[in-house]
């Protein structure tokens, strides 16, 4: 058994890594051929709705893909056929209806989400929404058939569906960009472009299902049925699981919606939050999956009382962890932010303008890592200790005040003239997420110090105040020891001195963690060299 579980998880991983990796080719290839032009930036608008229920229902770890897994652990064949059917027919009800209104209200949608773009970036963004309607419909589709697959132990074909649908962007874009010329009507070339966009996004959406079927044959749970043959309790029991896990997941895309709301003033700021975006999440998102997916079991185990002064040590370490890896990554990104965003996307249509705008915001972006990471970990901690109501109520809090946040930083905007003394553009909309997140930081501290005795919050605060200490130092290194290395410019020259002045500068960042007495930093140094010194 024990065999097998490393072989499921050697699988998913290698999965998950070519699709990561192809991922990354098909941002690269975006930035070159439309940098931040019309037709990305109204791509970004109008990929909001499909793209929430893609990645709602859709996706991999979502919460109708976990469901499926759950419900249809104990099934067999002809029992899994008839719920996956009935389950797919109402949801199929459900979400054909919502495509249809989505197609005929393309126009009043996009008023909705960008009541302040330009005309031209409104009427790209109104086809390309009528175009990717039928992915929320597909999206059921999608969902249902990689939670049916996980359950009857087939692993691979979920875990490399994002890839297909990578290269099919990939495949449209690049015949795009290598036809499109020197036209000089930019305002058609932003609208064939913008389309291409939509209709290789569709039929990457399209493809993630079409590859299912004959998985699902052959694991004898496809059928084709316009009937509801599953017993009420059944369905019932299933609607109960999905409806809330969607719900609390939902929670988590207002805040894009948000920002790009009030984005919508800014000629090319949806663009630009998109390519910073994802520069951040990459390794963001292999630390936090290190470092949060281990330590939640660990939470759990360690919740009874007898454990307190375990699960308050496991609790410190897994902060300081968190703040020690995260200040560091937003140190390079802030001391190195144009040379990392000229090595990835500094090709094609991706001009200086659109570097400087990119650098900025992965400052800023590189400013907010550590509080994204330790809200993380705390919300884990609360549910490890069976309270989810406490980090439910906190999102609520946050949401609002991202809201009002999102309004100061740009100007507070109102029919009487821009009301706020500060107008950050959109790194006001970065530095709002990074507010919210530091200040639901502190309360979930506050709250779980109320139910934690000998938390020891003073603690807490002197070791990430030298960790920031360390962090300002180690950035300021890098970017000088990038500006002494003189070497002739070209990408493996550029990628060459990125490497030394980030290595120079963790060796530093882990002196420093020593003399300064930062806990745990053996355990840092065992990290790194697990997942990157290895690899």
């Not at 936090?288 to 939470?299: E, T």
């Not at 779980?448 to 005795?453: A, E, G, S, V």
Request: aromatic content about 12%; glycine content about 6%.
């Amino acid at each position: 058994m024990s065999k097998s579980i490393k072989e499921i998880a050697f699988v998913v991983s290698l999965g998950t890594l070519l699709s990561k990796f192809v991922g990354m080719a098909r941002q690269l290839v975006i930035a070159g051929a439309f940098g931040i032009s019309a037709a990305y930036d109204a791509y970004n608008y109008a990929y909001i709705i499909p793209g929430f229920f893609l990645v709602l229902l859709g996706g991999i770890n979502g919460p109708l893909h976990n469901s499926m897994v759950t419900l249809l652990a104990d099934k067999n064949k002809v029992d899994s056929r008839l719920f996956i059917s009935s389950i797919n027919n109402i949801l199929s009800i459900i979400l054909l209806i919502i495509s249809f209104f989505i197609f005929f209200s393309s126009d009043f949608l996009i008023n909705l989400v960008g009541p302040s773009l330009t005309p031209e970036i409104k009427e790209i963004a109104s086809y390309q929404l009528k175009i990717m309607s039928p992915i929320i419909f597909l999206s059921g589709l999608i969902g249902l058939g990689f939670g049916s697959l996980n359950a009857k132990k087939e692993f691979l074909i979920p875990s490399i569906a994002p890839l297909v649908s990578s290269l099919v962007i990939i495949i449209s874009i690049s015949n795009f960009w290598i036809n499109k010329g020197n036209t000089i009507d930019i305002d058609g070339l932003n609208m064939r472009g913008g389309i291409i966009l939509a209709k290789a996004t569709f039929i990457g959406a399209l493809s993630q299902y079409l590859i299912q079927i004959p998985f699902l044959i052959k694991k004898g749970i496809f059928a084709i049925s316009f009937s509801i043959r599953t017993k009420y309790a059944e369905l019932k029991r299933a609607l109960k699981m999905i409806a809330p896990a969607s719900l609390s997941s939902g929670m988590i895309q207002i805040n894009v919606f948000t920002d790009l709301f009030f984005a919508s003033k800014i000629v090319g700021a949806a663009a630009a939050l998109s390519y910073a975006n994802f520069l951040v999440q990459a390794p963001l998102g292999i630390v936090s999956n290190s470092i949060l997916i281990p330590l939640l079991p660990v939470f759990v185990s360690l919740r009874a009382r007898e454990n307190h002064l375990k699960l308050i040590k496991k609790i410190h370490q897994g902060l300081i962890l968190s703040s020690t890896s995260m200040v560091f990554l937003g140190s390079i990104f802030i001391s190195l932010s144009t040379p990392i965003v000229i090595l990835i996307y500094g090709r094609g249509s991706f001009n200086q303008n659109a570097v400087d705008v990119v650098s900025q915001l992965l400052i800023a972006y590189g400013i907010g890592m550590p509080f994204y990471l330790c809200r993380d970990l705390l919300v884990r901690v609360f549910y490890g200790i069976e309270d989810a109501k406490t980090p439910f109520r906190i999102s609520i809090i946050a949401i609002l005040l991202n809201l009002f946040f999102d309004w100061f930083f740009i100007g507070g905007s109102s029919p009487w003239g821009e009301l706020s003394p500060l107008n950050l553009g959109v790194n006001g909309l970065v530095f709002s997420t990074t507010f919210v997140n530091f200040f639901a930081c502190i309360l979930l501290l506050f709250k779980l110090n109320h139910k934690l005795d000998n938390l020891d919050l003073s603690n807490l605060l002197s070791q990430n105040l030298r960790i920031i200490l360390i962090g300002l130092i180690s950035g300021i290194c890098s970017f000088f020891i990038f500006k002494v290395i003189f070497i002739p410019y070209s990408f493996i020259n550029l990628l060459l001195k990125l490497i030394i002045s980030s290595g120079i500068s963790m060796i530093i960042f882990y002196c420093l963690a020593i003399i300064l007495k930062i806990d745990d930093i053996d355990k840092l140094s065992k990290f790194l060299k697990e997942k990157f010194i290895r690899l």
